[in-house]
């Protein structure tokens, strides 16, 4: 009867481990632990999380194909660096090196594509006073500073360094790109320097404004003043 009580005893003793010890291992796959048994060590791994418009686009991190609604995360990626690609046909591709470390969440949650040919609206805005009123905006952003004409500073970081003039510099709506004229064209980049767009040809004594929440670029040159719808 005793040894009986015993075995019972040490049989839930040894449950109750099992419980624990299975308790943890959840708890840190769910952490982003792994076990490498070839190495025979533990890793943790980490995530990306992106969202991005359209919606639709397609998003490769390392080469693996991700199609799932957004906000995306892709989860348990092994510490290194990665190459993040969103994409869809007709629209230019954003792309960012990135490197993640063991247990950090790298976050881009304002990824914009823009067309590839920007389309202009027929729309007429000429007579639109309060509209064209936007347009004598001084393109004086005091956090923008451009040195020897063709190098962009956004606050106390390097934007971004081009072979011709820069003109005009403006933050994109966002917050999170810039736009700006150089060499005849017109470009929108993110804040970072990275992603440099140029999306059609334009005047540097041009004036411009975003609107429709940025989805266009209402353009005056002169006493011509035309739309380009640049995205979604």
């Not at 003793?13 to 959840?26: F, P």
């Not at 969202?51 to 957004?70: Q, R, V, W």
């Not at 969103?86 to 954003?94: A, D, I, L």
């Amino acid at each position: 009867m005793k040894t009986k009580y015993i075995w019972g005893l040490l049989g839930n003793i040894s449950i109750g481990i099992s419980i624990l010890v299975l308790t943890g291992i959840i708890a840190a796959y769910a952490g982003g632990y792994r076990i490498e048994l070839s190495e025979r060590k533990i890793t943790q791994t980490g995530q990306i999380a992106l969202s991005y418009t359209p919606k639709d686009a397609i998003a490769l991190i390392g080469g693996e194909i991700y199609t799932s609604n957004i906000p995306l995360k892709a989860e348990q990626k092994n510490p290194g660096e990665y190459v993040i690609e969103v994409s869809k046909q007709g629209y230019k591709t954003w792309k960012k090196s990135v490197k993640l470390e063991a247990g950090q969440t790298l976050h881009y949650t304002s990824i914009v594509l823009f067309y590839d040919n920007p389309v202009i609206d027929d729309t007429t805005y000429a007579s639109d006073d309060a509209l064209l009123s936007q347009l004598d905006q001084e393109y004086s952003n005091s956090n923008f500073t451009i040195i020897n004409k063709n190098e962009l500073w956004y606050g106390d970081n390097l934007v971004t360094r081009y072979s011709t003039d820069i003109y005009k510099p403006s933050l994109y709506p966002d917050n999170q790109h810039i736009s700006l004229i150089t060499g005849g064209k017109f470009h929108i980049i993110d804040t970072d320097g990275s992603n440099d767009q140029a999306l059609f040809d334009i005047n540097e004594q041009s004036k411009y404004v975003f609107i429709n929440n940025g989805t266009s670029v209402l353009i005056q040159d002169q006493d011509s003043v035309k739309v380009y719808h640049i995205r979604d």
